[in-house]
């Protein structure tokens, strides 16, 4: 089993530390860890936020564990240059179009939520969301028109990027509670009619899950008003980018969410992957320590469970996590005093007490 990680910037190596100590303290047998720059320490020292070797190092690995990447001193450099093209070049290079994002509540900590506690406990949910297409990747460009400058973006999805990304939700969905809600702008969009028609062709393979459909503006208010009813959700990339947000916020903060980008490629053990947090490399408190390692920690379990097929260790991860966080070992994050370390530290106690 092979791990190529990533550390990258800001917060990215202290929590990515904490996450190795976790991944250590479960003694592994034949694991190998190659470690390579990415992002605005990249580009200090190789003159590339993903360079060659990292794209080859991560290729090679059977899973990446990535941190964060941005750098306020690379604010000014020319697009490519910049360290968020790491990330999004790994992306592409790797094939990952399918982003698991997990939001579930926390024992205990229901009053970080926005929403009201009752409903904060009872969200448990995934949203899964296309990586690759939709109006990012679509033709785009400014024009001259009647109302001054114009821009215009091309949407588009084909039946083929559809269906890849739905068999992913579908098998996820089928690993969960056995229900899929599938997003779209049916009403006015052509590529969410193409979108629908193909997610329920496919669903005649996954009789087992009971699929729904949704429109966005309807689904963005049914996440605040009742988001238990939810359990997988599957949608393009733009409105992928806005639910998961949404997703994460109503859970509360933003060190404890992780994510898993997926493609097509397997590995011997299960499906090739790269885990980060869904944080960024949170500059304004880098190196003092404050950060959460939980978000890196619950990576690391999406990483054993997705890509090297150890379910049992990822679920004692994350057993040891809501065993800490209920132990009040809490970031100043959470409204306590304890150090990414301390926090750690914590979790793998944990970790060993239930070994
Ligand atoms: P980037 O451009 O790298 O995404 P950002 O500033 O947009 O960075 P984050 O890095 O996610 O976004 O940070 C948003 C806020 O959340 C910051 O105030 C940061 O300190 C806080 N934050 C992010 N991650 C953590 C964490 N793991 N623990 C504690 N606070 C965090
Ligand atoms: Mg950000």
Redesign the pocket.
Known sequence: MKIAVLPG???GPE?TREALKVLDALALPQLTLFEGDVGGIAYKRHGHPLPAETLEMARAADAVLFG???DPECDTLPREHR??QAILGLRSELGLFANLRPAAGFPGLEDLSPLKPELARGIDLLVVRELNGDVYFGDKGERDSAGGREGWDDMSYNEAEVRRIAHSAFRAAQKRRKKLTSVDKANVLETSRIWRETVIELAGEYPDVELDHMYVDNAAMQLVRSPGQFDVIVTGNLFGDILSDQASACVG????LASASLGERTTEFGTFGLYE?????????AGQG???????ILSLAMLLRHSLGRDADANRIERAVAASLSSEVR???LGGSAS?QEIGDAIVRHLQATA
């Open positions: 910037d800001g917060i929590v964060a990447v941005g360290p968020e903060s933003i060190g404890l947090p869904i944080h960024g490399s949170a500059p304004d408190i404050k950060a959460n390692p939980v978000a890196a970031g100043a994050d990414t």
